[in-house]
């Protein structure tokens, strides 16, 4: 009813009851939306930084399948290796087959080197050793590196045990570098699981903040809203009397 005035007179109960937001515009609270709009801002950037990072474990997931296959050929390398040494039974010829398969393995770890890739980017060539993930809401992060498994990284690119002048260690040295890589790859992993736990419990603890400010009050909201309704039908009586009374006057006076 128009010329309604009196506490709480301006306030929508109605859309606070149906929307359960208490503050659904900066004249509801000013100060209270800022905030709101501030803890909005954190929240989003918390869970986009939770995407993120779980984004960087998928990139380090495909890097360690393609050392896990990298590892495997290297062990059959270094078994083949000490078959090699066998100079005792060994044949010229016999080192040169074993030498065949060495290849064969070298060319396997030199594809995986090269091919394996997320999203084009390549992960063990030692083009891409520091790619930036960003966890945090406000940009901050950590960088990932998924190594160099290249032949010429693990130094491996020459090993050839025909001639039986060969050293079993170059193989272990290979064997070395590519599991501290993979050790690397999985302290990494952690390290951005920590950032997803951190960011996932920050940001339900600051969405449980801005609900306890923003929510609307059910029961005092409906008392108001009733409370309002009943002063508005006093009002409205109030006022239909005043007319009667001055309708009963002017009819005694004529």
């Known amino acids: 009813?128009?010329?309604?005035?009196?506490?709480?007179?301006?306030?929508?109960?109605?859309?606070?009851?149906?929307?359960?937001?208490?503050?659904?515009?900066?004249?509801?609270?000013?100060?209270?939306?800022?905030?709101?709009?501030?803890?909005?801002?954190?929240?989003?950037?918390?869970?986009?930084?939770?995407?993120?990072?779980?984004?960087?474990?998928?990139?380090?997931?495909?890097?360690?399948?393609?050392?896990?296959?990298?590892?495997?050929?290297?062990?059959?390398?270094?078994?083949?290796?000490?078959?090699?040494?066998?100079?005792?039974?060994?044949?010229?010829d016999d080192r040169r087959a074993i030498q065949d398969e060495?290849?064969?393995?070298?060319?396997?770890?030199?594809?995986?080197?090269?091919?394996?890739?997320?999203?084009?980017?390549?992960?063990?060539?030692?083009?891409?050793s520091d790619m930036q993930i960003t966890t945090g809401a406000n940009g901050e992060g950590m960088q990932i590196d998924?190594?160099?498994?290249?032949?010429?990284?693990?130094?491996?690119?020459?090993?050839?045990?025909?001639s039986g002048n060969f050293d079993i260690q170059t193989i272990d040295n290979a064997i070395q570098s590519i599991s501290q890589t993979r050790s690397s790859i999985g302290a990494q992993y952690n390290s951005l699981d920590h950032a997803i736990g951190y960011n996932t419990n920050t940001s339900y603890n600051l969405t449980r903040a801005m609900s306890q400010m923003s929510d609307t009050d059910i029961e005092k909201a409906v008392s108001e809203q009733d409370k309002k309704q009943l002063l508005q039908t006093m009002r409205f009586m109030m006022q239909k009397k005043q007319e009667e009374e001055e309708r009963r006057k002017n009819s005694l006076l004529f």
């Open 146 to 162: 998924t190594g160099n498994a290249t032949l010429q990284a693990l130094g491996i690119a020459n090993f050839d045990v025909t």
């Open 1 to 92: 009813m128009s010329g309604v005035s009196g506490a709480g007179a301006g306030t929508n109960y109605y859309g606070q009851i149906a929307s359960g937001t208490r503050i659904m515009s900066a004249a509801d609270g000013p100060s209270e939306m800022a905030i709101i709009q501030k803890q909005e801002a954190q929240i989003r950037g918390y869970d986009m930084g939770t995407r993120n990072a779980t984004d960087g474990q998928s990139v380090l997931n495909v890097a360690d399948g393609g050392i896990a296959g990298i590892t495997d050929q290297l062990q059959r390398m270094r078994e083949l290796a000490v078959q090699a040494s066998n100079s005792a039974v060994l044949t010229d």
């Open 102 to 128: 060495i290849d064969q393995l070298k060319e396997g770890i030199a594809y995986a080197a090269e091919n394996t890739e997320f999203n084009t980017k390549k992960l063990l060539d030692g083009s891409n």
